[in-house]
């Protein structure tokens, strides 16, 4: 199974509004990701967490607030957000922090209004 | 830094034909990973193949195969009997630690 899971599928939301993206694997993977994904561009790293640490924070803002519950879930909290911010969110995981291939999961199209 | 280009915006193949798309990248590491990527319309990032640079054999999986040359930095995919549903994003990428894709090439299967 290398299934990652995500929801919700579509989210929109004001800029006043809190919400949480969620992610989740149960494939015994150590090491899962956020990337950001504007139209017909590649993945940009967010975060990575591994082994439930964060581990790299590529300067996004902090209306971006990452959290890992266990090793196999993944959320990312959002609040405050800018139209800027609209894009896919995609989830990945991956048996190690290096080297390994990523599994992604299908996506949340996320909308600011 | 290592950064990954792919020179073909876009690309087009005739049904049951084959393509290649373009890859290359630059790094100064020896052990590194590549891997090619689809993104269909639905939006889902699966992995097509990937490829260990240790190794020379070139990776295969049923239709698409790579063309590795470490010396020349090149990584290109092959697609033989192109289908439908291969239409789609490909994006190419390189790993060692966090992942370094290229721009994507859009792949139109004519029918």
């Known amino acids: 199974d290398t299934e990652v899971t995500q929801t919700p599928k579509h989210l929109v939301m004001g800029m006043t509004n809190k919400k949480s993206l969620k992610c989740e694997q149960h494939?015994?993977?150590?090491?899962m990701y956020w990337y950001k994904q504007k139209a017909k561009k590649p993945p940009e790293l967010m975060f990575v967490?591994?082994?439930?640490?964060?581990?790299i924070n590529e300067s996004v803002p902090s209306r971006f607030s990452p959290e890992c519950p266990n090793s196999s879930l993944l959320n990312l909290h959002l609040h405050a957000l800018q139209p800027e911010d609209s894009a896919l969110y995609l989830c990945?995981?991956?048996?190690?922090?290096?080297?390994?291939?990523?599994?992604f999961g299908p996506g949340t199209r996320l909308t600011v209004t | 830094a290592q950064t990954v280009t792919q020179s073909q915006p876009e690309m087009s193949v005739q049904e049951a034909e084959t393509v290649t798309l373009s890859c290359t990248y630059d790094?100064?590491?020896?052990?590194?990973?590549l891997f090619w990527y689809k993104q269909p319309p639905s939006r889902q990032m699966i992995l097509v193949i990937r490829?260990?640079?240790?190794?020379?054999q070139n990776a295969t999986e049923n239709r698409f195969s790579v063309n590795f040359q470490k010396a020349a930095k090149s990584f290109s995919l092959k697609i033989s009997d192109s289908q439908l549903g291969d239409a789609a994003m490909y994006f190419c990428?390189?790993?060692?630690?966090?992942?370094?894709f290229g721009a994507g090439t859009r792949l139109t299967v004519k029918p």
């Open positions: 990945a995981s991956s048996q190690g922090p290096v080297a390994y291939e990523q599994y």
């Open positions: 494939m015994g993977h150590r090491a």
């Open positions: 967490y591994s082994y439930e640490k964060l581990s």
């Open positions: 790094t100064s590491e020896s052990d590194y990973y």
């Open positions: 490829q260990e640079a240790y190794k020379q």
């Open positions: 990428a390189y790993r060692v630690a966090d992942m370094r």
